[in-house]
């Protein structure tokens, strides 16, 4: 009885760890492509930190959305991350300096917003804005963007 036990338990284990890694595969399975359909380029935000929700028309948060932060010149991936199941993201430490924070999701548009990292007083820590990226349907008159919260 102990070994079968003991069996039981080590094949709950593998599927539990098997089960984590296809998920952290889940929001994107390959790298982030630069694409930007801004009309009109908005400012910058300016930010400490590369944290924030994705969300719909409707403020219902969406998992699994891509993230890639590319540099301003030459649009290079430097980091990429997809949202948690609560539509939550964060890219940890990045430099100061110019970036585009671009979103994809299927069957909605391509979010790409400007974003401008600058340094962080030791002190001032709690002001920290996040990003909100509002994920919207394709049309030709309107696409996904980027403001704060």
Known sequence: ????????????????????????????????????????????????????IVEDNDKVRIPDVCLGLFTEEGDKLIAQTSTNKDGSFDFGSV??????????????????????????????????KRIVIHMMPAAIDRCSYGDYR
């Open 1 to 52: 009885m102990a070994i079968k036990q003991k069996v039981a338990t080590l094949l709950l284990c593998l599927l539990v760890v098997q089960a984590a890694s296809a998920q952290s595969t889940v929001g994107c399975k390959t790298d982030v492509s630069y694409e930007n359909r801004n009309q009109v380029d908005p400012s910058p935000l300016t930010l400490t930190k590369v944290w924030g």
């Open 95 to 128: 430099s100061p300096g110019r970036y585009r924070l671009v979103a994809r999701y299927d069957s909605f548009c391509t979010s790409n917003t400007p974003i401008r990292i600058a340094r962080q007083a030791a002190k001032n820590r709690r002001g920290q």
